[in-house]
């Protein structure tokens, strides 16, 4: 155990995309892992014995309605152009490789009512959208879909979502689609009580709030999930200094991390930006912070006072808190 993970192994390993792999995690004593809620996903930990990568993995579940509880997860990782967490996963995980796993996390989920469901995927965002097409489809309810992607060759499970959603699945990729899709046009189309459901870039997510906003709906009725907040190509190493330490904080990690690794007292939970737990006091950064989190407001943003340390890092390369 590393806190609240547990070991496990990866199983399975299949290309989907050239891009994209999936990967199937069980638990190393072999006993089955429980049944993961359509949004929920997983910490997971790698590189090595202490695990010095940390990411999350939307939890995918059976790819149709036949299969029956799978006794261990499926997850989706798509590779990005630099030698961080991803790259690593491509390069180095493969069946055998030992893996922490978190227990299965759902801050993102769908309602317990009955009402329509609109889901928007982009790109690797599907991971988290195809679970709850796959379980509006089992309970009956009235689901539609759209599913966003360069190129339909670069899109995973695109013949499994459409083989789960028939005609209510709509896939559009930028090879054969003129523009992009009219996100306020496809929201005017849904019923009154419809709640959206958007994952993926966050300028996907963000046109689909705007679009909402501008047709009056109310703002729980689009919940979204963001990808990776925490990372940038741009991302620069840092140097945290506390009240007892000075940390240094490479590419590819997040404050967060180096200082947990340092031993540093630190608060969190989701680590996506999104519950405002890590939020700590800056007392002196030189310049602005790069502010990744969806927790703090503009104003407090601007401010520079306070930063979320699962994801938001200075622009510079020091920062002191007050910690």
Known sequence: MHGQHQ???????RP???????ITLGKADGTALPAPRAGAHVELRFGGKDGRFLRHYSLLGPLDLTSSHEPFWRIAVQRENRRRGSDYIHRHVTPGTSVLISPALSPFRLTADDGPVLLIAGGIGITAILPMLRACVMRRREVRMLYIGRSRAAMAYVEDV??????????????SSRGRPD??????????????????????IEGTRQAAQRLGWP??????????????????????HTRGAS?????????LEALEAAGVETFSD??????????????????????RDRFLTADQK??????????????????ELDL
């Open 183 to 204: 996100l306020e046009a496809l929201l005017a189309r849904q019923p009154a009580d419809t709640t959206a459901y958007v994952c993926g870039p966050p300028a996907l």
């Open 7 to 13: 070991a496990a192994v990866v199983l399975e390993r």
């Open 16 to 22: 989907l995309t050239e891009r994209i792999c999936e």
């Open 247 to 255: 940390v240094h904080v490479s590419p590819g990690h997040t404050l």
């Open 302 to 319: 601007r401010g520079n006072r306070q930063i979320a340390l699962c994801c938001s890092r200075p622009r510079s390369t020091s920062i």
């Open 270 to 291: 989701c680590r996506r930006g999104e519950c405002g737990l890590c939020i700590t006091p800056v007392s002196s950064v030189e310049g602005d912070i790069d502010h």
């Open 162 to 175: 459409e083989a789960l959603g028939g005609d209510a699945v709509t896939v559009h990729d930028a090879t």
């Open 219 to 240: 703002a729980e009725r689009v919940r979204h999930e963001v990808f990776n907040p925490a990372h940038k190509e741009e991302d620069q190493a840092v140097t945290v």
